[in-house]
């Protein structure tokens, strides 16, 4: 056993096929409205989309990169704990949008 994972009982993981390991970002959790208001992030919006970043992507991923911002549907999501961190594992045609640096062409918006 190599003295890295010895050291910290942790396994490398590799990601199968078409999935994502993503984090939520901490701005999907609980935000404010407009008028002050705060809304947990238990709070249930109409088909509201959320970001994560991207922590894993397996080998037939084509459009996403590790890092980088993707957005998707929380109904869409596994959830699962990782090393005691929550992430999300998704199927690339699950993610509406990819945001990074690396993108050449674009929209007109940034986050």
């Known amino acids: 056993m190599p003295d890295h994972i010895a050291a910290t009982g942790k396994l490398p993981i590799k990601m199968l096929h078409d999935r994502i390991l993503v984090s939520l970002r901490k701005e999907d959790g609980e935000r404010r409205s407009t008028g002050g208001i705060l809304i947990p992030a238990t709070a249930q919006v109409a088909k509201r ?3 994560g970043e991207a922590k894993g992507v397996g080998p037939s991923v084509r459009q996403v990169k590790v890092g980088d911002q993707v957005l998707f549907s929380p109904e869409d999501q ?5 090393h005691g961190e929550d992430l999300i594992i998704l199927r690339e045609r699950d993610v509406h949008a990819v945001a990074a640096e690396r993108i050449e062409k674009s929209t007109g918006l940034y986050l």
């Not at 596994?78 to 990782?82: A, K, N, T």
Request: charged share 25%; no cysteine.
């Open 78 to 82: 596994h959830e699962v704990e990782v």
């Open 49 to 51: 989309l959320v970001w």
